[in-house]
């Protein structure tokens, strides 16, 4: 039975690999002793369960006598924001600048997925988050994340400032950078990998988003929170059968969930996924931290095309605006990365792709008129991808995206779905809208490899193929044990000798 003691144990450590607590945190990289990076202090949650919340020194004063102290800054964000990591590496530089000039200045990090409790207690609305402390003071200075300059620090925490102060927060050190691929394109997924990273993002949102205080939710996000539910229970698939229990079970018991975290928490724990164990499967890229956001998008995706399902076979129909509506206020309240969220709300409000009209807030017949909601929030999506790419370039001082890098940064690309572009780049809605069904639906497309821009490095791409080779040699292994053993039976050195 060696061979099985020998297979259990190693699917048992490829699972530790898979749950790693890494995608906690930004500033704190797994295995390593130091929870700093650089000059930035990362706040780690503790190796065991303690009594009471933590309460951190350079947040809370403590209830004994200790020195007073000293001026810091302090970050609260969330590892799967997409700004929070766009940031990262500008907080280490800003961190380095102020501490070479005074070193007595604290840079701290606090991940609000690692650290829940603790952010709703410092009323953290949004990501990324900056306070600021002077010496010896626990009342935070709200600071703007595109104020952090080594000069406006200095300055919110009573230090002198020279005019040298700025320029070397302004100089950029290429070195430090990343060579990141400019536009990594999308690929096709199998349509039960998108049910389960809309099902983990939708737990991991009640876990980490909907209280962002520690008291019960307003009368207005009660309302969203509950309209959300109840649109849910409608236009998710039956196959998402776990996603659908936790959902009846909140709205059977929604009082309690509304009246605070511990009580939501407490409700889904026998439903819900352990967080060691979520591990998102689509366009991460390698990055479990980018789960979330792109389970979400999976998550509204899945929703918008269940509404033209549903509308399909009951009544009442649901209107399409009425639809768009409830997923606008659920932004506006439940998604904390303060920039995606500004961005979308903007978009939304001032009637971008012609949202005002194109979605009715009266019941049609017309199922034209009900696919006008996912291809609505399709081109929403696809301009975001668009501007991050922008943005992306812009931070690492790149040329702005070309044509082609445009286009990758949309999907479906041409190479995955070469019927819905027409040669002007214009888009064929019928096809885009079977696009999205098969996607999210019914469909089971197979995995594509999507080549790059021919003057792009290639990199190498997790296929199928690899996984298959991987489970085929262990499998081959295991069979080798099992000769042995076999071979061992039969050699008879295992019979009891009477002497």
């Given at each position: ?6 297979v ?24 390593n ?9 990362e ?35 969330a ?18 600048a ?8 604290e840079f ?5 997925t690692a ?11 949004g ?97 969203t929170f509950?309209s ?5 229970t409608?236009?998710?698939?039956i ?15 929604f ?17 819900a ?27 509204f995706?899945?929703m918008?095309?269940?509404?033209v ?26 998604f ?26 009266k ?11 996912p ?27 070309n ?6 940064a ?8 070469p ?67 076999k071979?061992?039976?039969?050699s ?8």
């Amino acid at each position: 039975m060696g061979w099985v003691v020998f297979v259990v144990s190693l699917i048992i450590f490829l699972v530790h690999i898979a749950s790693a607590d890494g995608a906690k945190y930004l500033y704190h990289k797994e295995g390593n002793e130091s929870s700093s990076s650089g000059p930035v202090i990362e706040l780690l949650a503790p190796s065991s369960k303690q009594d009471g919340p933590i309460k951190p020194n350079f947040l809370y004063e403590p209830s004994s006598d200790h020195s007073p102290p000293p001026a810091r800054v302090v970050e609260f964000y969330a590892p799967w924001c997409p700004h929070c990591q766009h940031y990262a590496p500008k907080y280490i530089k800003l961190a380095k600048a102020v501490t070479e000039k005074h070193p007595e200045i604290e840079f701290h990090a606090v991940s609000c997925t690692a650290h829940n409790k603790l952010c709703n207690d410092q009323n953290v609305n949004g990501y990324p988050t900056l306070k600021l402390y002077r010496e010896g003071s626990y009342e935070a200075l709200e600071f703007k994340v595109k104020d952090a300059k080594v000069k406006n620090v200095l300055f919110r925490l009573g230090f002198d400032v020279s005019e040298k102060s700025e320029s070397h927060n302004n100089h950029e050190d290429q070195s430090d950078k990343k060579q990141i691929a400019r536009v990594v394109p999308f690929r096709m997924h199998d349509v039960h990998d998108a049910w389960n990273d809309a099902a983990l993002s939708f737990e991991f949102a009640l876990k980490t988003g909907i209280f962002m205080t520690n008291g019960p939710l307003s009368k207005e996000e009660s309302s969203t929170f509950r309209s959300w539910l109840e649109l849910l229970t409608k236009s998710l698939p039956i196959q998402m059968s776990k996603t659908h229990d936790i959902i009846t079970m909140l709205l059977e018991n929604f009082e309690e969930a509304s009246q605070s975290q511990s009580n939501l928490s407490k409700l889904i724990r026998p439903f819900a996924s352990p967080d060691n164990s979520q591990t998102w499967r689509t366009c991460t890229n390698g990055d479990n931290k980018m789960g979330y956001t792109c389970g979400l998008w999976q998550l509204f995706h899945i929703m918008t095309i269940g509404v033209v399902e549903y509308n399909r076979h009951n009544t009442p129909i649901i209107p399409t605006r009425q639809v768009s509506e409830i997923l606008r206020n659920y932004v506006e309240h439940f998604f904390q990365c303060e920039v995606c969220r500004l961005n979308f709300l903007d978009m939304y409000d001032n009637c971008a792709f012609d949202v005002c009209h194109r979605l009715s807030d009266k019941p049609s017949s017309n199922e034209h008129d009900w696919r006008e909601l996912p291809i609505w929030l399709w081109m929403t999506h696809n301009d975001v991808n668009t501007r991050l790419l922008g943005e992306r370039m812009n931070q690492n001082n790149q040329s702005k995206p070309n044509q082609w890098e445009s286009q990758q940064a949309r999907w479906p690309s041409l190479y995955t779905c070469p019927n819905c572009w027409r040669e002007d780049k214009s888009w064929e809605e019928d096809e885009i809208f079977d696009h999205l069904h098969s996607m999210y639906w019914s469909g089971n497309p197979s995995y594509i490899k999507i080549p790059s821009e021919e003057n792009e490095p290639r990199k190498p791409v997790r296929s199928i193929w690899k996984v298959g080779g991987f489970l085929f040699c262990i499998i081959s292994l295991a069979a080798w044990f099992a000769r042995l053993s076999k071979a061992h039976h039969h050699s008879g050195r295992h019979k009891k000798v009477d002497h």
